[in-house]
Structure formats: C-alpha cells, structure tokens
C-alpha cells in the first residue's frame, strides 16, 4: 500500500507549515505574535494621540498629513519584511534518507567478533576538506542529516534542520536566520531602528509644540500629553537593542561574516577566507539574487506502508503429518505412554484389557516388571511431555528434541507394545 504525502506533511524538522506548506516557520512561530505587538500597539498610539494633533501644525496646505501617512507606510514595511524573514525557508539543505555511501571505508585489517568470525571494520570519516578561495576549510559531517555540511552551514538545534550560511536562530521572529532570508533580516532590524527614532523624534517635537503654544514648561508640557512620553521612553529602550543589532551586524556585513563565525572563530583565531572587501561584501548580501529554495514542500512523496503480516495459527504452523515430521512422531508417542500412565493407575484389570484392545496392541507377552519399571515413575513422564511440548511450541522452527526426551518416549512406546491382558492378570 502506497500513501502519497506532501514533503511538509512528512517533514522531520521542527518547523510549522502554514497554507499547505506555502509558508514555513521556526517551532516558536508564537514568539512572532509578541514582536507583531511591540510594533505594532506603539504605532496605534502614536498615530491616536500624536501624529492626529500634528496634522495642523505645518502651515502649506496641511502637510501634517504626511506625518501620519508616513507612520502607517513605514509600519507596513517593516511588517512585510518581519513576515519575509519568518515565513520562508531560511536555507533548509534537504537530509538524505541514508548516508553517503562514497564515503564508507573498509579497513584492510579484520576484526573478530564473538564466534570466531572475521569481518573488515566500517570507517566512515566525521569530517572532511574542500577548497574555499584557494584556502582548506574543513567540513563536519552531520549525524542528523546524513551529509557533509556545506561550508558556512551549520545545524539548528532549535528547528533540528542543516542551514545554508547560518547565522543564529532569531526568537524574536521564530526563524532561523539563513542564506535566504538574512538580508531580510538585516532590513528588517535596521528598519525598526529608523522607525523607533522617528517616533521618539516626532513625539518629541509634539512636547516642543505643547510647551509653545501654551507657554509652559516641559514638566507641564509632559503632563498635558503622557502619550509622548510613554512613546518616548519606550522608542530609547528599543534602540538599545535593535540600534545595537543594526551596528553590529553592519560589522558582520562589512567583514563578511556571521554570529556564529563570530563567535566561534574569534576564540580560535581563524582566518576569515569569505572576506573578499568591505564593498564586495555589502555587494554580495544585498545585490546578488536569492538563491531558490531547495525544498519544494509541496510535491508528493511516496511513503510505503508495510502492512502487518498474520500471524500464522498453530494448525498452519505445524508441519505436515504426511512429510514425515519428528516431532509430530515424539508426540505421538508421548501421548501413548500418558495413557499408558493412566491405564497403570487403574485398579480393574479388565479395564486395562479393554483399553489395550482398543489401541489394537498385538504384540508378544512380556514381564510386568519392565511395565513397572517404567510406569513406576508416574511422577515424571507427564513433566516430560509438557516440558517437550512447552519447548517445541517456543522453539517454532527448529526441530531438535532433547536426547533424554526421545529416549523416554521411546521407553514408553516399546513397555505399550510388550503388556498383554495374561501378564496384568498375573
């Protein structure tokens, strides 16, 4: 039975599909309706209580307008460029269903195993080099995806996917931060910066304006209007955080790395072989085309389902009698010498004599003796036969009866042929 699935709905990472798998996002996506909130419930009030009483401030036909269209297209921007950072593959690399078999190695010596037998000893190796700008770069191998990380590419713990240039995963719009969506980010971060210091400034031009229409103070000019300040002290915190974001990944741009090379290689002194000049730089992270994703987490896969074998019933299990199976003989046997234990407990000889004729035993007269010698020990022929008929049921298979087992069932079956009704008469 085959199942066709979409390559999203079979999907091993951690990421969250959205709109049949035209949208995808890191596993915190709802950290992403927190950042959608800082932005966007300062704009409202800005717009409310500010940007609305600054409309006829400028004299040539109403320019104050612009103050408050300005406010909601830049608001717009920033929300599309957040949504392109989180809702698109940030450079996912594909894992491989199984290892690469190029890389495997067989040692030439042999190792011995438990038995005695010989096998060469599987080396497969964790890291490998490729060229980047006439430098050696070495490469580690993930254990995850089942491939050689491409350079500059590194694992995400967070969404369990290898990603192309990685950079960090971003909480704070619950993605990863790639080859695909870095520049994105980067405008995204340096956009929010520009947006914070027009809403400090203009609030701060609306305190101005109060404190000259009324000619008050500035404590008295804060009181009229506690909108501009909130706005105010909030937009100050924000640019510590995303104005520091802007600076320090104008550096990373400059220099043509990552966080996580950043990071990484500054305590082990590393050579930079990415760096190709500050404007080379700049130029390959904002001029150059995006590569295509290379996921298409909308085509069909095939998954195949392995349906459940029955489980064969004891009848179908059991050879056939006609093929000659030993252990259908053995117990046979067995069952013959169980009734020969009950027959030996009977008191009345006369039942023993039917119950002999009617398992048609025609054979010579013998001693009683060797009838007691082996019914005497009533007590363990039936532990035998269940111990047999336990083992056999578990042992489904193979057919080695234990020595002991056969040598008994055989006892019993010559003492059946050898009683006759004169001996137990005697």
Same mark, same amino acid.
């Given at each position: 039975?085959?199942?066709?699935?979409?390559?999203?709905? %079979?999907?091993?990472?951690?990421?969250?599909?959205?709109?049949?798998?035209?949208?995808?996002?890191?596993?915190?996506?709802?950290?992403?309706?927190?950042?959608?909130?800082?932005?966007?419930?300062? !704009?409202?009030? #800005?717009?409310?209580?500010?940007?609305?009483?600054?409309?006829?401030?400028?004299?040539?036909?109403?320019?104050?307008?612009?103050?408050?269209?300005?406010?909601?297209?830049?608001?717009?921007?920033?929300?599309?460029?957040?949504?392109?950072?989180?809702?698109?593959?940030?450079?996912?690399?594909?894992?491989?269903?199984?290892?690469?078999?190029?890389?495997?190695?067989?040692?030439?010596?042999?190792?011995?195993?438990?038995?005695?037998?010989?096998?060469?000893?599987?080396?497969?190796? +964790?890291?490998?080099?490729?060229?980047?700008?006439?430098?050696?770069?070495?490469?580690?191998?993930?254990? @995850?995806?089942?491939? /050689?990380?491409?350079?500059?590419?590194?694992?995400?713990?967070?969404?369990?996917?290898?990603?192309?240039?990685?950079?960090?995963?971003?909480?704070?719009?619950?993605?990863?931060?790639?080859?695909? *969506?870095?520049? /994105? #980010?980067?405008?995204?971060?340096?956009?929010?910066?520009?947006?914070?210091? /027009?809403?400090?400034?203009?609030?701060?031009?609306?305190?101005?304006?109060?404190?000259?229409?009324?000619?008050?103070? !500035?404590?008295? %000019?804060?009181?009229?209007?506690?909108?501009?300040?909130?706005?105010?002290? /909030?937009? #100050?915190?924000?640019?510590?955080?995303?104005?520091?974001?802007?600076?320090?990944?104008?550096?990373?741009?400059?220099? *043509?790395?990552?966080?996580?090379?950043? #990071?990484?290689?500054?305590?082990?002194?590393?050579?930079?072989?990415? *760096?190709?000049?500050?404007?080379?730089?700049?130029?390959?992270?904002?001029? @150059?085309?995006?590569?295509?994703?290379?996921? *298409?987490?909308? %085509?069909?896969?095939?998954?195949?389902?392995?349906?459940?074998?029955?489980?064969?019933?004891?009848?179908?299990?059991?050879?056939? =009698?006609?093929?000659? =199976?030993?252990?259908?003989?053995?117990? =046979?046997?067995?069952?013959?010498?169980?009734?020969?234990?009950?027959?030996?407990?009977?008191?009345?000889?006369?039942?023993? =004599?039917?119950?002999?004729?009617? +398992?048609?035993?025609?054979?010579?007269?013998?001693?009683?003796?060797?009838?007691?010698?082996?019914?005497?020990?009533?007590?363990?022929?039936?532990?035998?036969?269940?111990?047999?008929?336990?083992?056999?049921?578990?042992?489904?298979?193979?057919?080695?009866?234990?020595?002991?087992?056969?040598?008994?069932?055989?006892?019993?079956?010559?003492?059946?042929?050898?009683?006759?009704?004169?001996?137990?008469?005697?």
């Amino acid at each position: 039975m085959v199942m066709a699935k979409r390559v999203y709905e %079979a999907w091993k990472g951690s990421n969250k599909f959205i709109l049949g798998g035209r949208l995808v996002f890191g596993p915190d996506a709802r950290s992403l309706l927190v950042t959608l909130l800082l932005i966007i419930v300062p !704009v409202i009030i #800005f717009c409310a209580f500010v940007a609305r009483h600054l409309r006829h401030e400028f004299s040539p036909v109403n320019s104050g307008y612009a103050i408050l269209v300005v406010a909601i297209v830049f608001t717009i921007y920033v929300l599309v460029l957040l949504f392109h950072t989180s809702a698109r593959d940030p450079g996912i690399i594909p894992r491989n269903s199984h290892p690469p078999e190029e890389e495997f190695r067989y040692d030439s010596s042999v190792s011995n195993e438990i038995g005695g037998r010989q096998t060469p000893s599987l080396q497969f190796p +964790r890291t490998k080099e490729v060229i980047v700008n006439g430098l050696p770069v070495r490469v580690k191998y993930c254990e @995850t995806c089942m491939l /050689y990380r491409p350079p500059r590419c590194s694992h995400c713990s967070i969404c369990n996917n290898c990603v192309e240039r990685f950079d960090h995963h971003c909480p704070w719009v619950g993605q990863c931060i790639g080859l695909r *969506n870095y520049r /994105y #980010f980067f405008l995204f971060v340096s956009s929010s910066t520009l947006l914070c210091i /027009y809403v400090f400034a203009l609030s701060a031009l609306y305190i101005k304006v109060l404190m000259g229409d009324n000619k008050s103070t !500035v404590w008295k %000019a804060m009181k009229e209007s506690p909108a501009s300040v909130i706005l105010m002290a /909030y937009c #100050f915190i924000s640019l510590w955080f995303v104005g520091g974001l802007t600076g320090f990944h104008l550096y990373l741009i400059g220099t *043509n790395q990552t966080t996580y090379e950043n #990071f990484r290689y500054r305590a082990d002194n590393r050579i930079n072989v990415y *760096n190709r000049g500050c404007l080379n730089n700049f130029l390959e992270v904002f001029c @150059t085309k995006v590569k295509p994703s290379r996921n *298409n987490f909308r %085509a069909f896969v095939q998954e195949e389902v392995q349906k459940p074998l029955p489980l064969p019933s004891p009848r179908e299990a059991e050879p056939d =009698d006609m093929a000659g =199976d030993p252990r259908s003989k053995v117990e =046979d046997d067995l069952e013959i010498g169980e009734d020969l234990l009950k027959i030996s407990q009977r008191r009345n000889f006369e039942e023993i =004599d039917e119950d002999i004729r009617s +398992r048609g035993s025609n054979g010579p007269p013998h001693n009683t003796s060797e009838v007691d010698s082996v019914l005497g020990a009533d007590h363990r022929a039936p532990t035998i036969r269940s111990e047999t008929r336990h083992s056999s049921w578990e042992r489904r298979g193979s057919w080695e009866i234990a020595q002991e087992v056969l040598a008994n069932a055989n006892n019993v079956t010559e003492s059946r042929s050898y009683v006759t009704p004169k001996d137990a008469r005697q």
